[in-house]
């Protein structure tokens, strides 16, 4: 007998059946919630389509349609055990086909194609997803080695393949996965006690055609992160040595050299938060001489180049900053092209004087 491939697991099968191999038809019996069929069922395949096309309430339906209605039936169901609120409107594509598969109807209406073997992929892709999120949540990141953390990061790599953009609905589903994950991310697993990071990454994450607004920041303790920073401080007085030596004033804004105004961060919640951030500021000495400043920080919020380890290393400190600044930079870009994590433009505005940094 010819060989076939399962239509579900794609394994070649030299059976009888047209669309499953044995071992796949047994599983969704079980699935679908129907007892196993006796011995004495010459066609235990067709048997299970009919009893889909009862369960539908569609009687009398032609083989060509009772084969249609189960393979739609099937992808349904994993669908709904994916449980992603995303997939809604593909379940209901799929509902409304099911609908449409009468027993005096010239034509199966298909408003959605897909194989039923990148639907089963999918849901294991989700099953396995699943079981890695679980352990990602009950990690504590600040006590993990740094080997158990990079595997434990690396092995959820698999969401974050771009060529799984190619299908609808597998875009669908790897966007809910990475949408999840970052949610993870934000609620504080991996960037525990990094607060503002975390409310820039929430405010870019959006479901599917939504933007995220874009913020000015005036916040305490966002400013106290900043000007407690070693790199702030060692800019500032950079400047006022450049353009402050022999003045009462002085502004640096875009019309000075690049280096000037570029600030980037290497460590800490600045280090997730801040990428090429420009700062720009209006410099004046009071009545005591001494300098008073108002600070003006941009940065787009984006991820665009991919980076590796030496390029964003916490080289000063036995932290995991390298991983999970380089990783999880990697696996933004990525969430990126998917739309998953949107950019959008961040101001923070502070008025500082010297002596309080």
Not at 154 to 181: A, E, G, L, R, W
Request: glycine share 2%; proline share 1%; with cysteine.
């Amino acid at each position: 007998m010819e060989e076939k491939r399962c239509i579900l697991c794609n394994k070649p099968y030299n059976y009888k059946y047209e669309m499953f191999g044995r071992g796949c038809l047994d599983n969704l019996y079980e699935l679908l919630g129907f007892a196993k069929q006796p011995r004495i069922i010459w066609n235990k395949e067709l048997n299970l389509c009919t009893r889909i096309a009862w369960k539908n309430h569609k009687f009398f339906l032609n083989r060509k349609k009772k084969y249609a209605l189960a393979q739609k039936y099937i992808a349904l169901n994993y669908l709904n055990m994916m449980n992603y609120e995303a997939l809604n409107d593909t379940k209901k594509k799929i509902s409304n086909d099911i609908k449409n598969i009468k027993t005096f109807s010239n034509n199966i209406v298909e408003t959605i194609s897909f194989s039923l073997n990148e639907i089963y992929r999918l849901f294991n892709y989700t099953q396995k997803f699943n079981n890695i999120l679980e352990e990602i949540k009950n990690v504590n990141w600040e006590e993990v080695d740094k080997k158990t953390a990079e595997n434990l990061i690396k092995s959820v790599s698999f969401i974050f393949d771009i060529t799984k953009k190619t299908s609808p609905i597998s875009y669908v589903v790897f966007y809910s996965m990475q949408y999840i994950f970052w949610q993870v991310v934000v609620i504080g697993g991996i960037l525990n006690n990094k607060k503002f990071s975390s409310k820039l990454l929430f405010n870019s994450l959006t479901i599917i055609g939504n933007k995220p607004k874009d913020l000015i920041i005036k916040d305490d303790e966002v400013i106290s992160l900043i000007t407690e920073s070693e790199i702030f401080k060692e800019r500032i007085n950079q400047l006022i040595k450049k353009y402050g030596q022999d003045a009462d004033e002085f502004i640096v804004d875009d019309k000075n050299p690049k280096e000037d105004v570029l600030i980037r961060f290497y460590e800490g919640d600045l280090l997730y938060a801040l990428h090429d951030a420009t700062m720009l500021l209006k410099a004046k000495k009071d009545k005591n001489k001494k300098w008073n400043f108002e600070i003006e920080i941009n940065d787009k919020y984006d991820f665009t180049e991919f980076k590796n380890i030496k390029q964003y290393a916490d080289v000063d400190k036995n932290k995991l900053s390298d991983i999970f600044s380089t990783t999880l930079n990697n696996f933004a870009v990525v969430s990126s092209e998917f739309g998953v994590i949107k950019t959008f433009d961040l101001k923070i505005i502070f008025n500082t004087k010297e002596g309080e940094f």
